[in-house]
């Protein structure tokens, strides 16, 4: 399928990355609420997240999230404690400019973009160049 001229195969990698990004900040939000609010173990999210995996919600990122739930990790004294980003998430956050620029709803990535921007310790205005 030709998708167009120059640079055309990055934007579409971009715009299959901000539907990940998306897939991803709905599973911590899942994640959030059934911790927080149900009070689940790490292994009883396992449990959902496997149990999701055999449904309709089945998907690489749900596998590997019921994967992660049910490691120990010794150095935490337990199950894993917590999940810690990789670098900077400017995939994410050019997914959502060029949304913005095309008056696309993306309230999944802006919401990602936003705890991943938090979340990554570093200075949001380093970002700013991205909006010129």
């Not at 919600?57 to 749900?62: E, G, H, I, T």
């Not at 900077?88 to 921007?117: D, E, P, Y």
Request: net charge negative; charged share 15%.
């Amino acid at each position: 399928m030709y998708i167009g001229d120059g640079g055309s195969g990055n934007y579409v990698k971009m715009v299959h990355n901000g539907i990940e990004y998306g897939d991803m900040q709905l599973i911590s939000e899942a994640y959030d609420i059934l911790k927080t609010v149900g009070g689940l173990s790490n292994e009883e999210l396992a449990s959902v997240f496997s149990a999701w995996n055999k449904s309709e919600l089945a998907s690489f990122l749900v596998e590997i999230t019921a994967i992660i739930m049910a490691k120990k990790d010794e150095q935490v004294s337990g199950s894993r404690g917590q999940l810690l980003g990789q670098g900077r998430h400017s995939t994410s956050l050019h997914s959502h400019i060029s949304g913005i620029a095309l008056l696309v709803t993306l309230l999944l990535l802006c919401s990602h973009s936003h705890q991943a921007l938090h979340h990554s310790h570093c200075d949001p205005r380093s970002y700013l160049p991205y909006l010129a």
